[in-house]
């Protein structure tokens, strides 16, 4: 499967995020204006979000009002409220790929 360089580099961002900080997660998102975010996970005791929920936290924050991507780079699988954010900014289908970038 050929990706769009668009998907490619979130894709890029989210498994640089994931290796520079060892998470078990990285994820990256795409705006309407073009613009990227990318995050990991977060687990502390008092707060446990996913890769994406932080990513699209950061791009909503920033002013974003919907996306036209979402990568989640992992060894598991992007969760039902993983899914269910990015469909709420307009993404039905999240783009998954494994550590070493081989979409699932």
Known sequence: MTLDPEDSKIITLARASRARN???EGAAVRD???RTYSATDVA???LTLSAV???V???VASGAKSLEAVALVTTGAPSAADS???AELGVTSLLVARPDGTLV
């Open 53 to 55: 929920q932080v990513a």
């Open 32 to 34: 309407e204006t073009g």
């Open 57 to 59: 936290a950061m791009a």
């Open 44 to 46: 502390l005791d008092s």
């Open 22 to 24: 060892g998470s078990a």
């Open 84 to 86: 269910a954010v990015a």
